[in-house]
T-cell receptor
């Protein structure tokens, strides 16, 4: 039972345009969400996070939106750059649960020139 | 960068042999984790530790054991490796007990294990 789902295995975007990566979750106990970026042969790198008490968090080119009623979050990257090409993982956590993360299956983003 | 070092980075082993992966951190973080990454599954939690000698099971703990005798080291042992344990293993540490308080989780660079 996949509690965190990333239904798009891949996404291709032109440089300078917006990239939108989506994530859905089923466990209503999740109250903290994170996005990680992963390059081949490297470990995941923390990108941005959001608490369930917020609906938006912004950090430079990256913005995460959370829709609790729909159990949906999205990561917006504007403008997209070739260096953003990587696999992006959505992860969710329950406060008080030891910071254990439940991950989605990832979305491969390719930013083309 | 949380000063996480995993060893070995690459290993090929035979079915039935024991294997130990080591995670070493230099930041004195209390929480440590072992995840595995497989195609179609993302990352899945194997075991985690919330302090020296305090460990607990994760989602996919069967066939694995862990030990944490020092804050800085978290060992993952495959008692008798099987081909289904061929995977990439990632160690992670948490900067604090509550993510919503500005803490986060950092990952090591991974250990590639092949069981033949």
């Amino acid at each position: 039972d996949q509690q965190v789902k990333q239904n798009s295995p891949s996404l291709s975007v032109q440089e300078g345009r917006i990239s939108i990566l989506n994530c859905d979750y089923t466990n209503s106990m999740f109250d903290y969400f994170l996005w990680y970026k992963k390059y081949p042969a490297e470990g995941p790198t923390f990108l941005i996070s959001i608490s369930s008490i917020k609906d938006k968090n912004e950090d430079g080119r990256f913005t995460v939106f959370l829709n609790k009623s729909a159990k949906h979050l999205s990561l917006h990257i504007v403008p997209s750059q070739p260096g953003d090409s990587a696999v992006y993982f959505c992860a969710a956590s329950v406060t008080g649960g030891g910071n254990k993360l439940t991950f989605g299956t990832g979305t491969q983003l390719k930013v083309e020139l | 960068d949380a000063g996480i070092t995993q060893s070995p980075r690459h290993k090929v082993t035979e079915t039935g042999t024991p294997v130990t992966l080591r995670c070493h951190q230099t930041e004195n973080h209390r929480y440590m984790y072992w995840y595995r990454q497989d195609p179609g599954h993302g990352l899945r939690l194997i075991h985690y530790s919330y302090g020296v000698k305090d460990t607990d099971k994760g989602e996919v703990s069967d066939g694995y054991s862990v030990s944490r005798s020092k804050t800085e080291d978290f060992l993952l042992t495959l008692e008798s490796a099987t081909s289904s344990q061929t995977s990439v293993y990632f160690c992670a540490t948490s900067t604090g007990a509550k993510l919503a308080s500005g803490n986060t989780i950092y990952f090591g660079e991974g250990s590639w294990l092949t069981v033949v």
